[in-house]
Nanobody, 117 residues
Framework: QVQLVESGGGLVQPGGSLRLSCAASGIIFRIYTMGWYRQAPGKQRELVAQITSGGSTFYVDSVKGRFTISRDNAKNTVYLQMNSLKPEDTAVYYC???????????WGQGTQITVSS
């Protein structure tokens, strides 16, 4: 059974930084594409960043240059370093694991990020 446990959310002032972590268990981590999605109130969930098993990355335009996704296959963990945070980054952030063979998705429970002064 896939389990994804996120940590690192919270309240931060505009311009600040946070790092999210997502620890995965119950999967062969190296065959999963890992990603971070977010959902703001009244909006659809959107893909923020994604990293393949080979290390290729994707970022939504709104976070390019500010967010960095990385993974540690030895620790079964994916990270999202978020710098220069803006109020519009406020959302619940979800960790996603996609099996590259079956394309099945698994989700974490979500962690709240609030950017406010």
């Amino acid at each position: 059974q896939v389990q994804l446990v996120e940590s690192g959310g919270g309240l931060v002032q505009p311009g600040g930084s946070l790092r999210l972590s997502c620890a995965a268990s119950g999967i062969i981590f190296r065959i999963y594409t890992m990603g971070w999605y977010r959902q703001a109130p009244g909006k659809q969930r959107e893909l923020v960043a994604q990293i393949t098993s080979g290390g290729s990355t994707f970022y939504v335009d709104s976070v390019k240059g500010r967010f960095t996704i990385s993974r540690d296959n030895a620790k079964n963990t994916v990270y999202l370093q978020m710098n220069s945070l803006k109020p519009e980054d406020t959302a619940v952030y979800y960790c996603n694991a996609r099996n590259i063979l079956t394309r099945a998705d698994s989700w974490g429970q979500g962690t709240q990020i609030t950017v406010s002064s």
